[in-house]
């Protein structure tokens, strides 16, 4: 589903942020991205919906190469849900309007229709009654639940999570875990990267281990957290499972 | 002091108060507009938007208003061979003029709204244009309210230039009236007051805006 060959990123001349990474992602599969701050994570999920032009290999997401000058981007994007760590709701728009507006405009959905789709996942995501709130409102859990929310507005066949729980409090980091928990058991395809260990262990499919840019190693959650290859990945495990 | 100056010719002088404020309001809009363009080409990343953007604000920064006021209505028939008409010349003038103050303070305006607000836009599918349109403008503008506020009641005052080309607002036909009955002072007093009273109450009206602004939405 999602292809990932020799890409290469730089930042400028002297700052490689990517270093020739290469990943497949299968359909349905949840695929968790960690390592050390810096290491390329958050980059390398910017590339696969083409909000980090990369200089170098490609990807291909059910087989269209993002960065072929001839693919519709915003096609592409419209496939392709995104949540961010500091949420990145609009503001100025009520709850409604932050998860109709894509579909409205993208997906060319009347607004009935549109609305009655977002009301749907607000239930499902557990604050209907939220709807005619202002994002400043609502708690930082429910932020980023409507965050989710409007990425499944567009009915994504793919959802890219960007730290997700990294702003959150930690009474409330539990709300989001589960709904993207859900999403996993439905079988969406989901690439996320997260600190969350425990959330990586029990639902991801694969774990990715980065370090400077390079993939360090990869495993699934038993063998990834049991028998680390890389003295990296020992060090990262330690530091972070205390 | 003779105040009966004023009584006397108020219909009169009030009357060019009208195109003074319609010479401000269609400034303000076009200007605005244009603005608006200027600065969204300025911050694109296409050099064939971005240097002209740039190099137009920076030229028109660069000159006071009296001067583009001269070059439009006096140069311009050389060029052309035919005459332009006052009015036409004012308002081309004041909007092309202004425009290039719009674009600065609407450039601030969308560098002040964090990039992570753009790059959630285009990634739900959302063009360039629709993310400027619904997410980025939006927000932008609701920043740009007390600064454009500034410059429109900056606008206001320098729609009193369009005197120099003969144009009958406000204060020209006070100056017509001083040439007649000869009371500068009570007569530029009374102008002053004139321009005094509508700005401090475009101030306060943006003050008020403000205020509610940041009851409604705490930042």
Known sequence: ?242 | MDTGVIIRNFGFMMGGLGLTLQLAAITIVGGLILGILLALARLSSRFWLYWPATAYIHFFRGLPLILVIFWLYFLFPVITGKPVNAYVAAIVSFVVFEAAYFAEIVRAGIQSIPRGQTMAARASGLSARDTAMYVILPQALRNMVPALVTQAVVIFQDTSLGYVIGLREFLRRVNLVDAREARSVELYLFAGLVYFAICSAGSLASQRLEKGRQRMHPA
């Open chain 1, 1 to 242: 589903m999602i292809d990932i060959a020799e890409v290469s990123l730089w930042y400028d001349r002297a700052h490689k942020a990517l270093d020739r990474v290469s990943e497949t992602i299968r359909r349905g599969q949840t695929v968790v991205i960690c390592g050390p701050s810096g290491s390329g994570k958050s980059s390398l999920l910017r590339c696969i919906n083409g909000l980090e032009a990369f200089q170098e290999g490609t990807i291909r997401v059910d087989g269209v190469s993002v960065r072929d000058p001839r693919t519709d981007i915003h096609r592409l994007r419209a496939e392709i849900g995104m949540v961010f760590q500091h949420f990145e709701l609009y503001p100025h728009m009520t709850v409604m309007q932050n998860i109709t507006l894509a579909p409205m405009r993208v997906r060319k959905k009347a607004r009935a229709e549109a609305e009655q789709k977002a009301m749907a996942l607000l239930e499902r995501v557990g604050i209907p009654e939220k709807a005619a709130r202002y994002p400043e409102e609502l708690s930082g859990g429910q932020k980023q639940r409507v965050a989710i929310a409007r990425a499944l507005a567009m009915e994504p066949k793919i959802m890219l999570f960007d730290e997700p729980t990294s702003a959150l409090d930690p009474e409330m980091i539990k709300e989001v875990l589960d709904v993207m928990t859900g999403l996993a058991q439905e079988g969406m395809t989901m690439v996320v990267v997260t600190h969350e260990m425990g959330f990586a262990r029990t639902v991801a499919d694969r774990i990715v281990f980065m370090s400077e840019g390079r993939v360090v190693e990869t495993g699934t959650g038993r063998d990834f957290f049991e028998r680390p290859q890389h003295e990296r990945t020992r060090q990262f495990l330690d530091r972070i499972l205390l």
